[in-house]
């Protein structure tokens, strides 16, 4: 199975309110990714996990807050997001660890926020 | 902040003919990645290319890096309308986090 998979595929939110995005593979993958993406635009990176472990957080503001309750979920909790947040939020995962390696995207959650 | 800048930014050609889309980027790599894009969806990983290695080859596709320049190119032969996407260089420093490239648009008309 090498698909990552993510949850909903669509979402609108308003400035108040609280959700979250999903994130699953079962690649056995160590590694797992949030990216944001914009209209025409390249992704983002915006957090990486590694080993369940938080290792790199892109300055990104805390009003999204990543979590990693297993090797093989990923959640993003949005809270008080702006409408400039509105974009395409992308979940990818690799092997991890040292080496080269690919990573597999998810399709993709299409955040609005009103 | 973008590593990598591709160009052409836009590309539209007939079906069979060859697309080639260049990327430059500006510090030290470990590997280049080249990504496809349809349309508002999910990227699908094409090619990795390692910092040793100068030319890799994939069904239709065909990468070069040229580390001395800071470049890499992909070549598609034998264009379809189903490539018709965005096509991402994205660089890894080695520790498997990417900074993509702008994109190169890409349309294959029948």
């Known amino acids: 199975d090498t698909e990552v998979t993510q949850t909903p595929k669509h979402l609108v939110m308003g400035m108040t309110n609280k959700k979250s995005l999903k994130c699953e593979q079962h690649m056995g993958h160590r590694a797992m990714y949030w990216y944001k993406q914009k209209a025409k635009k390249p992704p983002e990176l915006m957090f990486v996990?590694?080993?369940?472990?938080?290792?790199i957080n892109e300055s990104v503001p805390s009003r999204f807050s990543p979590e990693c309750p297993n090797s093989s979920l990923l959640n993003l909790h949005l809270h008080a997001l702006q409408p400039e947040d509105s974009a395409l939020y992308l979940c990818a995962s690799s092997q991890g660890g040292q080496g080269s390696y690919e990573q597999y995207f998810g399709p993709g959650t299409r955040l609005t926020v009103t | 902040s973008q590593q990598g800048e591709e160009d052409p930014q836009a590309l539209s050609i007939q079906e069979g003919e060859n697309a080639t889309m260049n990327c430059s980027y500006k510090t030290s790599i470990n590997n280049l990645q080249w990504y496809r894009q349809n349309s508002g969806r999910g990227l699908v990983h094409l090619i990795l290319i390692r910092s040793n290695e100068r030319e890799k080859h994939s069904g239709r596709l065909r990468v070069t890096l040229d580390t001395s320049k800071k470049s890499s190119s992909l070549l598609i032969t034998a264009s379809r309308a189903a490539d018709t996407a965005s096509y991402f260089c994205?660089?890894?420093?080695?520790?498997?986090?990417?900074?993509f490239g702008k994109g190169t648009m890409l349309l294959v008309s029948p």
């Open positions: 996990y590694s080993y369940e472990k938080l290792s």
């Open positions: 994205a660089t890894d420093p080695g520790y498997s986090t990417l900074t």
